[in-house]
């Protein structure tokens, strides 16, 4: 069993060095069935620790990955209800956009085909290891190996220079969030002499309350740059210059999610620090109103889809603020259906109109893309809530939670779900709806995309619609509340003191605010008009002016900073000197070689010479 449990990662990691190695000779069919395949064996290892119940307290050891005097650090695995759900989502989830990606990437040439399968397998390995490990530093090699793939995948297309801004600016602030998270790791080492997790906990009593404090709010951090809170969100958005798979793999069932996975995971420590949880609460609320209020005004069917997960993200950061580990944990399960579902759907579109992204230059493709339509309606009603899809009973458990904890947050949180409703079929009807708005050479182009593309769409779509049903409340059925049973040994689901009467008119509340917002957005959106922009909507469009405020108060002096010590620092100083150096050893060298003339006369001088100053030297020194 222990060489099993390791094959779950070890199996992408090996699709990675095929599919790398062999990406100028092996075939597109041959990249893409051992570039899927890897995952789905490990997805069906996975599946078969999930029903064999093979869960053990103990971490599981490979060997020790160093031993530096009283510090040892295994190379771990720790397998229990915690880590065999996200092995299912990132592998299941996973294997089907790889599948997806058979289709919408078979024109790429044989080399850049294998070249994105090889990330794409290397992306799942580094996310399967942060989750897998039974230790901060374990996590930590995982989460800096989402990092890179995230990069490498995000500016796939290297030639276009905007797409390199766009995986750099991603790569450099998760580095301020991985700064963080290893300062967090360095103070829980300096202060418990450990990074094992059940070492950690068990001694959590030895940790001040400053040291709490600081160690959460530190990990906190870490966890804002990866999973895109307020003040470290700008990068996500952009991160939609790779290909759409990409988008929804680090939408969906990588990346993103390690943030929510890792405060889980140190739910020990974060209760003990109630302060953080209180700032985690304040930041997810904000970042996901924030982020809906600028969804609203998107036009690029990709950075709609974009600014929602940030939003929905910040809803799983207000569940943890709360105390609900498990709603948020139950919310990353159903997001990961939904969002992939809908960006695979939003892939299928921009397939079908031959790389159009802008929803203003569609229309009237529910027609042409049958399932395409479909499965995108069911991505949309599970985002917005809707009974009894799978987003109702996760996002109505956040809210519920929510309410519990502050009444405020809670109107911020309701106020977002009426926005995400209204964004979401914004996009929906202005997509599927209308006249078609594109060119003629579209209009002919358009088509529904192959079985590849379509077949893991219904499958998200089937997804969506159950998924939720393992979370369902005792309010529903009498035995619900199964997830919350099967994480209770490793993440706690807080305690809920909220009427029955009382959770009825919340949901009843929630639903309205829903389906009215739905309305709206159908009489408006179902015919194509222009929107006019006024001073507040600008502001959406803009997207606050976020990035152009970063841009002033970072950018611009950094780069100018930077021109000062090219100038002054690197050119006039390190540059001189080592300059100065070579030119005076060049010019001694140009003048000793007079000394080599040739002529014996001239050596016989020199000689005469050195040995007079010798002897007078001699003599002085005797004296």
Same mark, same amino acid.
């Given at each position: 069993?222990?060489?099993?449990?390791?094959?779950?990662?070890?199996?992408?990691?090996?699709?990675?060095?095929?599919?790398?190695?062999?990406?100028?000779?092996?075939?597109?069919?041959?990249?893409?069935?051992?570039?899927?395949?890897?995952?789905?064996?490990?997805?069906?290892?996975?599946?078969?620790?999930?029903?064999?119940?093979?869960?053990?307290?103990?971490?599981? *050891?490979?060997?020790?990955?160093?031993?530096?005097?009283?510090?040892?650090?295994?190379?771990?695995?720790?397998?229990?209800?915690?880590?065999?759900?996200?092995?299912?989502?990132?592998?299941?989830?996973?294997?089907?956009?790889?599948?997806?990606?058979?289709?919408?990437?078979?024109?790429?040439?044989?080399?850049?085909?294998?070249?994105?399968?090889?990330?794409?397998?290397?992306?799942?390995?580094?996310?399967?290891?942060?989750?897998?490990?039974?230790?901060?530093?374990?996590?930590?090699?995982?989460?800096?190996?989402?990092?890179?793939?995230?990069?490498?995948?995000?500016?796939?297309?290297?030639?276009?220079?905007?797409?390199?801004k766009a995986a750099k600016k991603a790569f450099v602030m998760n580095r301020i969030g991985d700064l963080g998270f290893l300062l967090a790791v360095f103070w829980i080492i300096a202060k418990l002499g450990t990074a094992e997790y059940a070492e950690v906990f068990i001694n959590v009593g030895n940790l001040t309350p400053g040291d709490l404090i600081g160690i959460t709010l530190l990990l906190f951090l870490g966890a804002t740059g990866k999973s895109a809170q307020i003040p470290l969100y700008t990068w996500l958005p952009d991160a939609m210059a790779g290909p759409t798979p990409v988008s929804a793999l680090i939408h969906a069932a990588t990346m993103v999610t390690a943030g929510i996975y890792m405060i889980a995971r140190s739910h020990v420590l974060f209760s003990a620090a109630p302060l953080t949880l209180g700032i985690i609460a304040v930041i997810g609320a904000a970042t996901a109103l924030l982020a809906a209020t600028i969804a609203v005004r998107q036009n690029d069917i990709k950075?709609?889809?974009?600014?929602?997960?940030?939003?929905?993200?910040?809803?799983?950061?207000?569940?943890?603020?709360?105390?609900?580990?498990?709603?948020?944990?139950?919310?990353?399960?159903?997001?990961?259906?939904?969002?992939?579902?809908?960006?695979?759907?939003?892939?299928?579109?921009?397939?079908?109109?031959?790389?159009?992204?802008?929803?203003?230059?569609?229309?009237?493709?529910?027609?042409?893309?049958?399932?395409?339509?479909?499965?995108?309606?069911?991505?949309?009603?599970?985002?917005?809530?809707?009974?009894?899809?799978?987003?109702?009973?996760?996002?109505?458990?956040?809210?519920?939670?929510?309410?519990?904890?502050?009444?405020?947050?809670?109107?911020?949180?309701?106020?977002?779900?009426?926005?995400?409703?209204?964004?979401?079929?914004?996009?929906?009807?202005?997509?599927?709806?209308?006249?078609?708005?594109?060119?003629?050479?579209?209009?002919?182009?358009? *088509?529904?995309?192959?079985?590849?593309?379509?077949?893991?769409?219904?499958?998200?779509?089937?997804?969506?619609?159950?998924?939720?049903?393992?979370?369902?409340?005792?309010?529903?059925?009498?035995?619900?509340?199964?997830?919350?049973?099967?994480?209770?040994?490793?993440?706690?689901?807080?305690?809920?003191?909220?009427? *029955?009467?009382?959770?009825?008119?919340?949901?009843?509340?929630?639903?309205?605010?829903?389906?009215?917002?739905?309305?709206?957005?159908?009489?408006?959106?179902?015919?194509?008009?222009?929107?006019?922009?006024?001073?507040?909507?600008?502001?959406?469009?803009?997207?606050?002016?976020?990035?152009?405020?970063?841009?002033?108060?970072?950018?611009?002096?950094?780069?100018?900073?930077?021109?000062?010590?090219?100038?002054?620092?690197?050119?006039?100083?390190?540059?001189?000197?080592?300059?100065?150096?070579?030119?005076?050893?060049?010019?001694?060298?140009?003048?000793?070689?007079?000394?080599?003339?040739?002529?014996?006369?001239?050596?016989?001088?020199?000689?005469?010479?050195?040995?007079?100053?010798?002897?007078?030297?001699?003599?002085?020194?005797?004296?």
């Amino acid at each position: 069993m222990k060489n099993l449990i390791l094959l779950i990662p070890l199996l992408p990691l090996i699709g990675f060095l095929i599919t790398g190695l062999g990406r100028k000779f092996l075939p597109k069919r041959v990249t893409g069935i051992i570039g899927s395949g890897t995952v789905l064996a490990s997805f069906i290892i996975s599946l078969y620790i999930f029903f064999q119940e093979i869960y053990s307290a103990t971490a599981i *050891h490979y060997f020790d990955f160093f031993n530096v005097g009283t510090l040892r650090v295994p190379f771990s695995f720790l397998i229990d209800e915690l880590t065999t759900l996200f092995l299912l989502i990132i592998t299941g989830v996973g294997f089907l956009i790889h599948l997806y990606s058979i289709g919408y990437m078979y024109e790429e040439k044989r080399e850049h085909f294998g070249r994105y399968f090889s990330f794409l397998n290397l992306f799942v390995f580094s996310m399967l290891l942060l989750v897998m490990g039974s230790n901060f530093v374990i996590m930590f090699i995982g989460w800096e190996g989402v990092g890179l793939c995230s990069y490498l995948l995000i500016g796939y297309w290297f030639k276009n220079i905007d797409f390199t801004k766009a995986a750099k600016k991603a790569f450099v602030m998760n580095r301020i969030g991985d700064l963080g998270f290893l300062l967090a790791v360095f103070w829980i080492i300096a202060k418990l002499g450990t990074a094992e997790y059940a070492e950690v906990f068990i001694n959590v009593g030895n940790l001040t309350p400053g040291d709490l404090i600081g160690i959460t709010l530190l990990l906190f951090l870490g966890a804002t740059g990866k999973s895109a809170q307020i003040p470290l969100y700008t990068w996500l958005p952009d991160a939609m210059a790779g290909p759409t798979p990409v988008s929804a793999l680090i939408h969906a069932a990588t990346m993103v999610t390690a943030g929510i996975y890792m405060i889980a995971r140190s739910h020990v420590l974060f209760s003990a620090a109630p302060l953080t949880l209180g700032i985690i609460a304040v930041i997810g609320a904000a970042t996901a109103l924030l982020a809906a209020t600028i969804a609203v005004r998107q036009n690029d069917i990709k950075k709609v889809l974009a600014y929602s997960t940030v939003s929905q993200l910040g809803f799983m950061f207000l569940a943890i603020g709360s105390g609900a580990y498990v709603a948020a944990v139950f919310h990353v399960m159903t997001h990961a259906f939904f969002k992939a579902l809908l960006f695979l759907g939003a892939g299928s579109v921009i397939h079908a109109m031959s790389g159009q992204q802008d929803i203003r230059l569609m229309g009237g493709l529910k027609r042409k893309l049958p399932i395409t339509y479909w499965t995108f309606l069911i991505g949309c009603l599970a985002i917005a809530g809707i009974a009894p899809l799978s987003g109702f009973f996760s996002k109505d458990a956040i809210l519920l939670n929510a309410f519990q904890k502050d009444i405020f947050l809670y109107v911020v949180a309701l106020l977002t779900a009426g926005l995400t409703a209204f964004y979401m079929f914004r996009l929906f009807y202005t997509t599927f709806y209308g006249s078609f708005r594109g060119t003629e050479e579209q209009r002919l182009h358009v *088509h529904e995309s192959p079985p590849t593309m379509t077949i893991p769409l219904i499958v998200l779509a089937v997804l969506s619609v159950v998924g939720g049903f393992v979370g369902i409340p005792e309010l529903f059925v009498e035995g619900g509340e199964r997830l919350t049973a099967f994480l209770a040994p490793a993440v706690p689901a807080g305690e809920l003191h909220v009427e *029955h009467s009382t959770e009825w008119l919340l949901i009843a509340l929630t639903t309205i605010i829903s389906l009215v917002a739905i309305l709206i957005a159908w009489r408006r959106y179902r015919t194509y008009k222009d929107e006019r922009s006024n001073a507040i909507t600008r502001i959406f469009e803009n997207r606050w002016y976020v990035d152009e405020l970063y841009n002033s108060i970072f950018v611009k002096p950094v780069n100018k900073l930077g021109k000062v010590a090219n100038i002054y620092f690197e050119r006039n100083g390190i540059d001189a000197i080592v300059n100065g150096i070579g030119r005076l050893v060049h010019y001694g060298g140009r003048q000793l070689r007079w000394l080599q003339s040739g002529q014996i006369g001239s050596y016989v001088l020199l000689m005469v010479i050195s040995m007079f100053l010798f002897f007078v030297l001699q003599f002085f020194l005797r004296k």
